[in-house]
C-alpha cells in the first residue's frame, strides 16, 4: 500500500533539511571569504548538493508512482550543473551588494526548489509516460499561484501542460496527485471559486 500523501511530502521536506543542513555548513566555512571567492567555492559545491538529494526525492517519488499505480516509473534525473550553478549565480548576488545573509536565504530557498524538482518531474514523467493525468494539489499555506494552478483538478497530462519549470517555486509544498489517487481535502472547484472572489 503507497504512502499516505502526508508521510510522501513530510519525507520529501526532510529530504531538503538535509540539503540546507549540509549548504549551511559550507556556508559557515566561507563566512571569512569574499564574495567572489565564495561563489566559486559554491560553483563546486552546489551542483553536488543538488544532485545529491535531487537524486532521493527522485527515487522516493519513483516508489510512490509504482506503489499507486502498480506502473513502472519514468525517473528524472536531477537538475544539471549548469542551471543548477546558473540559479546560484543570481542568489549569490545579494552578496556582492553586501547582504550575504540574503544570498543564504535565498539559496535555501533555491535548494527547496531544486531538490524537489526530480521528485516532482519523475511524478509528472511517470504519468504522461502511462497517459495519467495528474493535478497539482496545494498543500498547507500556499501562494494564490499556487492555489490557482491547484483549482483546475487532474487536467494536466504533459510536462508542457503542467508548465513544469515554471509552476514550482522555493518553499512550496505543493505535490503531484496521480488521476485516481485519494485527494482528501482537495476541492479544484473551491480553489477556483476563492480565485474567482479575488477578482471581484
Given at each position: 500500500?503507497?504512502?499516505?500523501?502526508?508521510?510522501?511530502?513530510?519525507?520529501?521536506?526532510?529530504?531538503?533539511?538535509?540539503?540546507?543542513?549540509?549548504?549551511?555548513?559550507?556556508?559557515?566555512?566561507?563566512?571569512?571569504?569574499?564574495?567572489?571567492?565564495?561563489?566559486?567555492?559554491?560553483e563546486q559545491f552546489w551542483p553536488v548538493l543538488i544532485g545529491r538529494y535531487g537524486?532521493?526525492?527522485?527515487?522516493?517519488?519513483?516508489?510512490?508512482?509504482?506503489?499507486l499505480t502498480g506502473l513502472s516509473p519514468v525517473m528524472v534525473r536531477p537538475v544539471d550543473d549548469e542551471r543548477a550553478n546558473a540559479?546560484?549565480?543570481?542568489?549569490?548576488?545579494?552578496?556582492?551588494?553586501?547582504?550575504?545573509?540574503?544570498?543564504?536565504?535565498?539559496?535555501?530557498?533555491?535548494?527547496?526548489?531544486?531538490?524537489?524538482?526530480?521528485?516532482?518531474?519523475?511524478?509528472?514523467?511517470?504519468?504522461?509516460?502511462?497517459?495519467?493525468?495528474?493535478?497539482?494539489?496545494?498543500?498547507?499555506?500556499?501562494?494564490?499561484?499556487?492555489?490557482?494552478?491547484?483549482?483546475?483538478?487532474?487536467?494536466?497530462?504533459?510536462?508542457?501542460?503542467?508548465?513544469?519549470?515554471?509552476?514550482?517555486?522555493?518553499?512550496?509544498?505543493?505535490?503531484?496527485?496521480?488521476?485516481?489517487?485519494?485527494?482528501?481535502?482537495?476541492?479544484?472547484?473551491?480553489?477556483?471559486?476563492?480565485?474567482?472572489?479575488?477578482?471581484?
Open positions: 500500500m503507497a504512502p499516505s500523501a502526508e508521510r510522501y511530502v513530510s519525507a520529501q521536506n526532510g529530504v531538503v533539511r538535509l540539503a540546507v543542513r549540509d549548504l549551511r555548513v559550507l556556508w559557515s566555512r566561507l563566512s571569512r571569504l569574499d564574495p567572489l571567492s565564495k561563489r566559486q567555492a559554491l537524486e532521493i526525492t527522485a527515487s522516493l517519488a519513483a516508489d510512490r508512482f509504482e506503489e540559479r546560484m549565480r543570481w542568489a549569490m548576488g545579494a552578496a556582492f551588494e553586501g547582504a550575504p545573509e540574503k544570498s543564504l536565504a535565498l539559496l535555501e530557498g533555491l535548494a527547496d526548489e531544486l531538490v524537489k524538482q526530480p521528485g516532482r518531474s519523475t511524478l509528472i514523467a511517470s504519468a504522461a509516460g502511462h497517459g495519467l493525468r495528474f493535478a497539482r494539489v496545494p498543500v498547507g499555506v500556499t501562494c494564490p499561484w499556487c492555489r490557482l494552478l491547484g483549482s483546475r483538478g487532474f487536467v494536466y497530462e504533459s510536462r508542457a501542460s503542467a508548465g513544469e519549470r515554471r509552476a514550482f517555486h522555493g518553499d512550496c509544498d505543493c505535490r503531484i496527485a496521480i488521476e485516481g489517487e485519494p485527494t482528501p481535502g482537495y476541492d479544484p472547484d473551491a480553489l477556483y471559486a476563492e480565485y474567482q472572489a479575488t477578482r471581484t
